[in-house]
Nanobody
Framework: QKHLVESGGGLVRPGGSLRLSCVASEFTLDDFATAWFRQAPGKEREEVLCINSRGLKFIYKASLQGRFIISRDSVKNTVFLDMSSLIPEDTGIYFC?????????????????WGQGTQVTVSS
């Protein structure tokens, strides 16, 4: 049983926007760091943004600066990824994952819980 469930993916035209959601069950996201990863076709999964338990945010790809925003809603126990000005290179499967502790990490082994992923396709 997955404890993280993503939603919100879909087909969008270049320049469009999407909001992805990652809803948690069985634990409180405020107590952990949560990251969004994406896996483009034929490429390795990569971490793109993270929010730690205190709400501090990290973005790991310069190309996403100003276009992708991570946030958390404590009441909904949900982490969001707001994506705008989407380009075809943003196409991929987007996964959310939770670390074992409060802090963000660049080590994938620190992420113990993963969602099933949601497909984002940017195409005209």
């Amino acid at each position: 049983q997955k404890h993280l469930v993503e939603s919100g993916g879909g087909l969008v035209r270049p320049g469009g926007s999407l909001r992805l959601s990652c809803v948690a069950s069985e634990f409180t996201l405020d107590d952990f760091a949560t990251a969004w990863f994406r896996q483009a076709p034929g490429k390795e999964r990569e971490e793109v943004l993270c929010i730690n338990s205190r709400g501090l945010k990290f973005i790991y790809k310069a190309s996403l600066q100003g276009r992708f925003i991570i946030s958390r809603d404590s009441v909904k126990n949900t982490v969001f990824l707001d994506m705008s000005s989407l380009i075809p290179e943003d196409t991929g499967i987007y996964f959310c994952a939770k670390t074992r502790g409060e802090y963000c990490s660049r080590d994938v082994s620190d992420f113990l819980d993963w969602g099933q992923g949601t497909q984002v396709t940017v195409s005209s």
